[in-house]
């Protein structure tokens, strides 16, 4: 059988990943990293398009890909309507949605820039698990006040692909488990997966849960409202505080985990405290989410950059193993859960949806 030839491209807030696979395997692979100093000439995010876009064709020339080669295109989904899991054919009205939505996330990029280059050899595009994948109990729904709602926006892609690895090692479906899930990428994102589904999460993106390497999480609301009315912080400002320039990169001037882990080696007692607070809350958050599953948890499994850094998964260990095993999974498998669902897709297994917003 031909092998499919995938180009996946996978948009986050500091680098565009982008691989050609061919079937399950990456032939050809790159994370490009971008600096704060090169992604501030653009105004906004829709402004780094044809940034983001020129770096990727540049790098197929570089490898001789030429893009007819290629059958399908994927982008990691952005800030569309709040979806089930699955896989999206891009459409006009999810680049609608994409463009207008309130909240901003590096890859609404993903579904532009996988349309523009599908478009040029007559094929459509795709994304999968988009970070606004929703499967929240209704009860999870309930904020507080009924001006606010509370939302799913977290790491779906990398949850769902974390869970399946980890069924797959225990010789099970996700459909039988109750899993906890922790994402430490730049963001944190702890969800319940009951039996397959993610029925309470933190919205990781700008409002809760545990303070990540470059946001501040759940904050005092109160505290928040005195600033913003105090005439000291502009909105942007204010914003920048809970992502970007909050959690780890507010305590210590960066939002790099590997630069803090040395700092630790060193001897810099600060950088401890402010891992081992992470790692805390980190740890109450998958205990809150142990009575979401009503105490009766499977497994608990990191994942994410972070979960390459023994100080923190040592100690959300010692803290949470009480509730169920703790199991490991550093990295992010997104990219290869974006080309494995293009090839269900195309052997008829799974069946693209259409985004209906
Ligand atoms: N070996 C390591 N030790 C400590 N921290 C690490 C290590 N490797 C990566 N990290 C840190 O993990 C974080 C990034 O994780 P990851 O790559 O999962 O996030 P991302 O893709 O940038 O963002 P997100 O996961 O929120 O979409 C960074 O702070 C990075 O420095
Ligand atoms: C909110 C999910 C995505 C991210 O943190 O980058």
Redesign the pocket.
């Known amino acids: 059988m031909k092998k499919l030839k995938i180009l996946v491209i996978n948009p986050?807030?500091?680098?565009t990943k982008v691989a050609v696979f061919e079937n399950k395997v990456p032939v050809i692979e790159k994370s490009i990293s971008h600096s704060d100093k090169e992604l501030s000439q653009f105004d906004d995010l829709l402004g780094q398009y044809d940034f983001r876009k020129g770096i990727i064709l540049q790098w197929l020339n570089e490898n001789n890909v030429e893009i007819r080669q290629l059958d399908y295109v994927i982008g990691r989904g952005g800030l569309i309507q709040p979806v089930t899991s699955g896989i999206y054919q891009v459409n006009d009205k999810m680049i609608e949605d994409l463009k207008t939505s309130a909240m901003k996330h590096a890859s609404s990029l993903g579904a532009f820039i996988a349309q523009e280059i599908a478009l040029q050899i007559g094929k459509e595009a795709y994304i999968a698990d988009p970070i606004v994948v929703d499967e929240l109990d209704d009860i999870a729904r309930v904020s507080g006040h009924p001006l606010y709602e509370r939302k799913s926006v977290f790491?779906a892609l990398?949850h769902k692909a974390i869970a399946r690895r980890h069924a797959d090692l225990m010789d099970a479906e996700c459909s039988e488990l109750r899993l906890i899930v922790a994402?430490?990428?730049?963001?944190?994102s702890v969800g319940a997966h009951r039996y397959g589904k993610v029925v309470d999460v933190n919205q990781?993106l700008d409002g809760e849960g545990p303070f990540?390497?470059e946001r501040s999480g759940s904050l005092p609301v109160g505290d928040i409202i005195r600033n913003a009315f105090s005439n000291q912080y502009s909105k942007s400002e204010m914003h920048s505080n809970l992502v970007g320039n909050g959690g780890?990169k507010a305590y210590l001037g960066t939002?790099?985990?590997?630069?803090?882990?040395d700092r630790i080696l060193e001897g810099d007692l600060q950088a401890l405290e402010v891992i081992k607070a992470m790692a805390y809350q980190v740890s109450k958050s998958i205990g809150e989410m142990a009575t979401v599953l009503k105490g009766k948890v499977d497994a608990i499994l990191l994942t994410?950059?972070?979960a390459?850094?023994e100080v923190?998964t040592n100690e959300i260990i010692a803290r949470t193993n009480f509730i169920a095993p703790v199991h490991i999974y550093p990295?992010?498998d997104e990219m290869l859960a974006l080309a494995e669902n293009i090839i269900l897709m195309d052997h008829g297994k799974l069946k693209a949806k259409e985004y209906m917003g």
């Open positions: 986050g807030s500091t680098s790491h990398n994402h430490l990428g730049g963001g944190i990781a990540s390497p780890m939002n790099d985990g590997k630069e803090v882990a994410g950059g972070m390459r850094d923190i990295g992010e």
